[in-house]
């Protein structure tokens, strides 16, 4: 049973598609049977991102990057002040 855009169905049709009935809903029996067949009507969680990660993720922005490429270049040229403002920003 795989249902595409049921958000854009009319009820009676998405009623008919899903086998089921508006007001009475599922019978126990259907619903165990389906239970089987489908699983439980449950999202599975996504695993959440280590620390690591998410310092990492951080440094995937364009103009941070531009600003550690401006520090370095600042530290070449021996501007320790500028550096340090910079590396503060970012």
Do not use: W
């Amino acid at each position: 049973m795989e249902i595409r855009e049921c958000h854009c169905l009319p009820a009676g049709e998405l009623e008919t598609q899903l086998s089921t009935h508006l007001e009475k809903g599922l019978t126990p029996e259907e619903a165990q049977e389906r239970l089987k067949k489908f699983g439980p009507n449950e999202l599975q969680e996504k695993p959440r991102p280590g620390f690591l990660q998410l310092l990492l993720a951080q440094f995937n922005n364009f103009l941070v990057m531009i600003l550690i490429v401006a520090a370095v270049v600042s530290l070449l040229l021996g501007e320790y002040v500028d550096a340090i403002a910079i590396i503060t920003i970012v």
